[in-house]
C-alpha cells in the first residue's frame, strides 16, 4: 500500500481564509509523525518513550505479554488479549496544555446549544438531500473499498494478541471475556439508550435522536471564525475546539477493579473516510459507551498495522460526543451520539484550535454475520 495515509480532505467547513489551516499549511493529521519535536499518533519514535504496542517498558510489562496472568478467553468466541495494564496512556486522561476554557463557558455554550436542540431534531427527515450527500459519500467507500467486504481479522480473536498497545484507564476490552468478539460489530439503535444511562438528563434533550450535519448546508457550521448551531452562534471557533477537548478528556478510574466491573454497549466498528475522494481509507475505528457516557475503542490503521486506544465521552446536556486518539494531545473527533447508529456518521477532527475538517464514518457489516448470509446463500 503506497497511497498517503492522509488523503485529500474534504473543504467543508468554510472559515475567512479557509479552514485554518495549520504553520504552513502542513499540519500533519491523524497517522503521520511529521510534526517537528511532536511524534505523530502510533509512532514509536518519541524519546524516551516506547512505540505502542511493544512490551519493553521498562518496569512495565506489555499488554498480554505473558509477563502477569493473562485474562482466559470466553470459551466459544471471547478474546483473550492478556493484561490491559490500566494506566498505560496517561496523556489521554490529561487536558491538552492548549485547551484553557472554563466550566462557565463551556455551560454558557451548553445553554446556547441547548436552545437550538429542538430546531435540529428529526434533521435527517426534515432534509432529505443532506442524507443523500452523506449515503452517497459513504456508498464510494462500500462501493470502491476492496476491504468493505473482507475484513480479515480486524478486532477478532487472535487479532488483539498482535496490537498490543497503551490503553486508557478506561478500556471496553475489560468485557472481552465476557462476550463473543462478533459482539463489539453490533449496532445499537438510539431507543437502547434510554434506559441505559445511569444519568440524570434533561428530557427536552433526550426526547429525538439529534443527527450532527457538519459543514455548509448542515445544522453545525463554521462562519466568521465561529460557530453556529441551526443558525444560533453557540461559541467561538477557539472555544468549540477547547469544550470539544474538554468533554474528550475523562479522568481515569480510581482503581483497576471498577474498571473491571464496568460494562460497555457496542456502537459497532466503522471505516474512517477523511474525504469524499478517500474510498479506499486506511483506519478502522471501533467503538462502546459505558452507562456514565464513557466512550471507549481503538483506532487501527491498516497500512502500519498501528493500533491506538480511543476514550472520550458523550454530553448528556447535548448528545454531542467527543473523543481522543492514542498519546495525541491534539487530535480531538467529534460527533453524535445518535451520528453512530448511522450507517453513515458525520464527524468533526479537531486539530488543535487552529484547523478543523469533517470526516465520515462509514459502518462495516459485522464479519461473523456476512459469514452465515453467504454461506445461507444458493
Not at 485529500?8 to 481564509?17: D, H, K
Amino acid at each position: 500500500m503506497d497511497r498517503p495515509l492522509r488523503p485529500e480532505t474534504l473543504p467543508g467547513l468554510v472559515r475567512p481564509g479557509g479552514n485554518r489551516p495549520g504553520p504552513g499549511g502542513d499540519r500533519p493529521g491523524i497517522g503521520d509523525g511529521n510534526r517537528p519535536g511532536r511524534p505523530g499518533i502510533g509512532d514509536g519514535n518519541r524519546p524516551g518513550r516506547p512505540g505502542i504496542g511493544d512490551g519493553n517498558r521498562p518496569g512495565r510489562p506489555g499488554i498480554g505479554d505473558g509477563n502477569r496472568p493473562g485474562r482466559p478467553g470466553r470459551p466459544g468466541g471471547g478474546i483473550d488479549i492478556g493484561d490491559i495494564n490500566i494506566g498505560n496512556n496517561t496523556v489521554i486522561s490529561n487536558r491538552p496544555g492548549w485547551v484553557n476554557i472554563d466550566n462557565d463557558r463551556i455551560n454558557n455554550i451548553n445553554n446556547r446549544w441547548q436552545n437550538q436542540i429542538g430546531g435540529i431534531q428529526n434533521w435527517r427527515g426534515r432534509y432529505p438531500d443532506r442524507g443523500r450527500y452523506w449515503n452517497n459519500w459513504g456508498n464510494g467507500v462500500r462501493n470502491h473499498w476492496d476491504h468493505y467486504h473482507h475484513h480479515g481479522d480486524w478486532f477478532g480473536p487472535s487479532w488483539w494478541n498482535r496490537h498490543y498497545h497503551a490503553c486508557g484507564g478506561w478500556h471496553y476490552g475489560y468485557a472481552f471475556n465476557r462476550y463473543p468478539w462478533s459482539y463489539w460489530w453490533t449496532v445499537p439503535t438510539f431507543a437502547t439508550f434510554t434506559n441505559w444511562f445511569s444519568w440524570s438528563a434533561p428530557s427536552a434533550v433526550w426526547t429525538q435522536p439529534v443527527y450532527y450535519d457538519y459543514g455548509q448546508g448542515g445544522n453545525v457550521v463554521y462562519q466568521d471564525n465561529s460557530v453556529y448551531i441551526d443558525g444560533q452562534q453557540v461559541a467561538t471557533a477557539d472555544e468549540f475546539a477547547q469544550s470539544a477537548a474538554a468533554l474528550a478528556t475523562v479522568d481515569p478510574p480510581e482503581d483497576e477493579q471498577t474498571a473491571e466491573e464496568i460494562d460497555w454497549m457496542p456502537l459497532g466498528t466503522f471505516a474512517v473516510s477523511s474525504g469524499e475522494k478517500d474510498v479506499d481509507p486506511n483506519r478502522i475505528l471501533q467503538l462502546a459507551v459505558n452507562k456514565e457516557g464513557i466512550i471507549s475503542g481503538t483506532l487501527y490503521n491498516t497500512q502500519t498495522d498501528q493500533a491506538d486506544t480511543v476514550q472520550g465521552r458523550v454530553d448528556k446536556e447535548t448528545q454531542r460526543v467527543a473523543f481522543r486518539i492514542g498519546e495525541s494531545e491534539e487530535v480531538v473527533v467529534e460527533s453524535g451520539l445518535y451520528n453512530l447508529t448511522q450507517d453513515e456518521a458525520p464527524i468533526l477532527v479537531h486539530f488543535g484550535d487552529s484547523r478543523v475538517e469533517n470526516w465520515l464514518l462509514v459502518r462495516l457489516e459485522n464479519p461473523e454475520a456476512e459469514s452465515a448470509d453467504a454461506e445461507e446463500a444458493p
